[in-house]
């Protein structure tokens, strides 16, 4: 490893910045901790204003050609890009694993195909369903198109960085816009094995640009800088408020993700296989999942038997090393998030809370690993039923009608997602209706069509993407009517 080169798991890393076409590094720099095993793997150039300013330039400059480009044009070099993630998937699995600390075996069968899925789908999109046909409105040519706003900032978490970060990236391409993404200091290597991707599949200098940095040095002049025209972000409530906060002089829209307090809601007619396996389904990447349905809301009479057998299933959980096929859950991101999952547990417990499984760290491990846990008996309102732990926590409350199972669903102010296990139809679609959520899983977990549209209520966020959703915020719709007569084709009046 060198000031600006890494190689991770035998993969070449460049780790400057990929702005206006090239690589361009910082006066200072800072490291890539691998939660594996909380050693340095690289060193990355840190951004600042300077390097925000530059990368913005090269996206404005790029603009005005990329947005007049034919939409066939930019789809087929969006699709060369999704070939190139599928011939790269080993690379950018085994480098995005060393670097977050996700499991392997997922990012190989799962993350980066859809890293591959995020440019193709919205690629094809783009050239298939926005060119609507002219309407005709009492004797007038009525059509609507999608003009590209222009320059998209997009902030990315560390929980899936490459998978979440070109979930945006793919529509705010395909439908004209220029790119500057700001990847997190705490998994940033794979925005920079992306701008390799994208350089080789032909996108134009200056269309797609990285800048590496923590959010206090390149976060924040980007999400103030005058030249960006729509701001995406994925992260925690109280860094939204800044962003928002800094972005508002400039009246740019906004679309943020904000995570969740999900329930899962299990009635006494459910199948208990199903709801003990979505149950346990919740440890996922550590529980470092926006989705994910921490508190568990069953109902009374199936309670014990519920809990004994979730208890069982999650005991069998193999917690280590993530490059290993037979891992199921792994360690948390970062010393301080470590801290601050097992500060919520030890108040939760301090508060009455009992642990039926975990409880602290995995003392056979040591590190970052925090063992499974669930916890039962919490205080009604208390903050470990209430705020987002987004670790390996779940806990578990009941309930005796279904009333009183709505209200507790719905006592959060996070509105990201819902499921509910129950074998009645009926109750399913009430129910269903009933829930305060984006999304809302019925006897499934995690099943969505890159149409659909995904976004929170509350303090999940704002907005919504996916499909036509995405390229409504990445574009200006315009509104165009022709008169039928009055007027040539060379604009002058007959």
């Known amino acids: 490893m060198n000031e600006f080169h890494a190689t991770v798991e035998g993969v070449d890393v460049d780790t400057r910045h990929w702005i206006g076409g090239e690589r361009v590094a910082s006066a200072t720099t800072f490291d890539s901790v691998s939660p594996i095993d909380e050693s340095v793997i690289a060193r990355v150039s840190a951004g600042t204003e300077a390097e925000v300013n530059a990368a913005v330039a090269a996206a404005r400059a790029a603009f005005p050609a990329w947005a007049a480009m034919p939409v066939e044009e930019r789809s087929a070099i969006l699709r060369r890009v999704a070939d190139l993630v599928d011939e790269r998937v080993e690379q950018l699995a085994v480098v995005e694993t060393r670097d977050n600390g996700s499991l392997l075996r997922s990012h190989r069968r799962g993350v980066m195909p859809r890293v591959a899925m995020n440019f193709r789908y919205f690629a094809d999109y783009a050239q298939e369903q926005l060119a609507h046909p002219d309407m005709e409105v009492r004797d007038h040519r009525e059509r609507i198109t999608y003009d590209p706003a222009g320059v998209v900032a997009i902030i990315t978490p560390w929980n899936a960085p490459l998978m979440l970060a070109t979930w945006r990236i793919g529509p705010a391409l395909a439908s004209g816009n220029t790119v500057v993404v700001k990847p997190p200091e705490w998994a940033p290597l794979t925005a920079s094995l992306l701008a390799d991707i994208m350089h080789d599949a032909g996108v134009p200098a200056g269309v797609f640009n990285v800048v590496q940095g923590t959010g206090a040095q390149a976060g924040a002049p980007l999400t103030a800088h005058p030249g960006i025209n729509r701001l995406c972000f994925t992260g925690s409530v109280p860094t939204a408020g800044v962003i928002a906060a800094a972005a508002a002089p400039n009246i740019v829209p906004l679309s943020f993700e904000l995570g969740g307090k999900s329930p899962l809601v299990v009635f006494d007619d459910a199948d208990l296989d199903l709801a003990v396996d979505i149950a346990v389904e919740q440890f996922d990447n550590a529980g470092q999942v926006c989705l994910k349905g921490s508190r568990l809301i069953v109902e009374q009479s ?43 547990v030890e108040r939760a417990i301090a508060d009455g809370a009992q642990p039926i499984l975990g409880g602290g760290p995995n003392g056979d491990l040591g590190g970052l690993f925090f063992a499974p846990t669930i916890l039962t008996g919490a ?116």
């Open 302 to 344: 199936i309670a014990d038997e519920f809990t004994r057998r979730v208890v069982d299933k999650a005991s069998t959980l193999v917690q280590g090393d993530p490059r290993d096929e037979a891992t199921d859950v792994s360690a948390l991101i970062h010393r301080r998030h470590f801290d601050t999952t097992a500060g919520f």
């Open 379 to 494: 205080t009604p309102g208390s903050e470990i039923l209430t705020e987002e732990v987004f670790g390996p926590v779940l806990t578990l409350e009941t309930f005796e009608t279904e009333e009183q199972a709505v209200d507790l669903a719905n006592n959060t102010r996070f509105g990201l997602a819902a499921t509910l296990v129950t074998g009645d139809p009926v109750r399913a679609e009430r129910v269903s209706n009933s829930l305060d959520a984006g999304t809302v899983w019925v006897n499934c977990f995690f099943v969505r069509d890159l149409g659909a549209p995904f976004g929170g209520n509350g303090k999940s966020g704002i907005g919504r993407e996916g499909g036509i959703w995405s390229f409504d915020f990445y574009t200006n719709v315009k509104n165009s009517v022709f008169s039928p007569a009055g007027w040539t084709a060379d604009g002058k009046e007959n």
